[in-house]
DNA sequence: TTGTACGCGTTATCAT
DNA sequence: ATGATAACGCGTACAA
């Protein structure tokens, strides 16, 4: 069989058939209204004609897109469990997900936001730190919103989160209680709110403990392995290094270990490294890393539930907070 | 200011300035057309009313949608640097990325390849090894669609991609220069197009060596730590267990490293391992992995920017073939 | 320089 | 049970 350049339209199958565009458009959405005969006419001619009903018009018509943008920092290890965990809510409430990456920057954030405006998609899912009240006019003007991963201050936006700072002050607090008092902190991405929260819960847990808090011990990384290594490597020159390290995320973690078995330190006999995040690599990591689970993907997954609600008009409760686990693998030992 | 209910359109707009929508869209898309005055007019109730084009509308008018369908086997940190690279050409070119994963079902596969054909989006890119021309009605049948990473036997389609099976021979020719006979290979996930040209490129290099292929040598994972892990605690079983293994991935090399440090042996001393595809972990890992580096940002980087070509009307080329490169780090040496 | 009116491909209301 | 037709919101010939 030939098919004409264009795709077949409602028009071509009701003619195919000499019959209105109406019924044909019932015999797709409502089929029990047809005559069984009619019905089988107009079906015959739709797999003839390879018809497919046009999603634009469709959306056109019903005022909305069934697509959800899901807008992330970067496109890392970490955030892939979380968009695998907003595909897996999208596709079961029966959207799909258009998915941007900011690189911490707000002018393409607003220029996602922009999109979604312009009905690109029907809401969106956002992992930013940054003021979006400032950001935008105003949070009313906002589309359809899930803040997730972290809580966007004074946006008043729905979240769906963990309480970064209390992680960090457990994960800390676990160093503490296994003797260690020169504790060192790599801090993740500046203008990051998560790498914030996560040096506050370091210094809570230190002041907790009646540990004095040596901002010299804190060094600020961008989330790489790179960053670890390098932050280590600034440790390792001091008079007194620390005999223990807690990084900001796992990669970093890494990079800390790199750099101590460089300068001939064994983790975690000599060193005791606490990574976050329980990303891929903590597992299987040699050695294995201590550190804390954040429930990624479950967060990709709330979040992106829970717009899907929104937008189909439920109330949402306005702050999720899922736990955080510690994982006790290899990397730190007591004192 | 406040808003009506439902968003401004362009009609409130030329309702707000007295004039007709015409004159409104010209002022969004064609602003030169009009008189500065009138312009200035337009353009401040458009700001007041917080107007914005509604892109599902433009989409029908224009027959897109400006959205090209990625659609992947899996979302693991291998594909997540192809996707990187699918959404850098998209948005270079204007367009936005739809995701979907099929977990390698062919039938996921083909709902995706439907949506396309329905108009989610203008163009797909597809990494595949199913039968296209078996699971669909014929290759004219499908949207436009560039294939990726591997070749798709019979379709005819454009690729992007590399060789597998070169790539492969390469890597095991340097096991085998290196000294090593008794090579085992730890093969990717069944029904992966991937994974048996890299088990031929293996195969081939044997032959071209002299060396027999011993079937006992090969056992099948899925590209998973864990599964490496497996397959390299089976052969250790064996009574003349391999001197050198080669796996399908950087994850089952590390899975193997695992299993055999977990016996005692040393990597590379004892045993020498080689991975595949240089993904994030081989060079932080330890040892970091002597691999092959695929191009996999590029490959997604090149595929999408050819489909958008494709879209755009011209001709692009049938089969695009980029160089792969042996990466000498820390986990094999010579017999 | 601006306005009128049609078409993009659907769905749904109201007739018949 | 089926048909005619008005939206949905926009862009653009063609007219003025």
Redesign the interface.
């Given at each position: 069989m030939s098919?004409s350049d264009r795709?077949a339209t409602i028009r071509d199958v009701a003619a195919a058939v000499g019959l209105s565009i109406a019924t044909v458009s019932r015999a797709i959405s409502n089929p029990s209204l047809l005559n069984s005969q009619t019905l089988e006419r107009v079906e015959k001619a739709i797999a003839e004609l390879?018809y497919?009903?046009?999603?634009?018009?469709r959306?056109?018509r019903y005022r909305e897109?069934r697509?959800i943008m899901v807008v992330v920092p970067s496109?890392?290890?970490f955030f892939?469990e979380f968009?695998?965990g907003a595909?897996q809510a999208a596709n079961e409430t029966g959207y799909?997900?258009?998915?941007?990456?900011t690189d911490r920057d707000p002018v393409r954030e607003l220029a996602f936001i922009?999109?979604v405006?312009?009905?690109?998609a029907d809401g969106i899912v956002l992992v930013t730190s940054a003021d979006l009240t400032a950001l935008g006019e105003g949070s009313?003007?906002l589309p359809p919103t899930v803040v997730a991963l972290d809580i966007n201050a004074g946006s008043g936006l729905p979240t769906v989160r963990v309480d970064h700072t209390a992680a960090a002050e457990m994960a800390t607090a676990y160093l503490l209680n296994l003797g260690h008092t020169r504790i060192a902190h790599i801090a993740g991405a500046q203008g990051s709110g998560m790498a914030t929260h996560r040096l506050e819960g370091y210094q809570h847990a230190l002041v907790a403990h009646g540990v004095d808090y040596d901002p010299a011990l804190v060094l600020q990384g961008d989330f790489t392995?790179e960053s670890g290594e390098q932050a280590m490597e600034s440790f390792l020159t001091r008079a007194a290094p620390p005999t223990a390290v807690f990084a900001a995320n796992d990669e970093m973690a890494?990079?800390a270990i790199?750099a101590l078995?460089a300068h001939g330190f064994d983790v975690p006999r000599d060193v005791s490294v606490l990574g976050f995040d329980d990303q891929?690599?903590a597992g299987?990591?040699?050695p294995p890393l201590t550190t804390v689970r954040i429930p990624t993907f479950e967060i990709g997954y709330r979040s992106t539930l829970e717009l899907a609600r929104l937008l189909s008009g439920e109330a949402i409760p306005p702050d999720v907070v899922l736990d955080c686990e510690l994982i006790v693998r290899g990397s730190a030992q007591a004192r």
């Open positions: 098919h795709p390879g497919r009903p046009n999603l634009t018009a959306n056109l897109t697509l496109l890392s290890p892939l968009f695998r595909e799909n997900v258009l998915v941007g990456h922009d999109q405006r312009s009905r690109r009313e003007d392995v890494v990079g790199r078995r891929r690599i299987i990591y040699d």
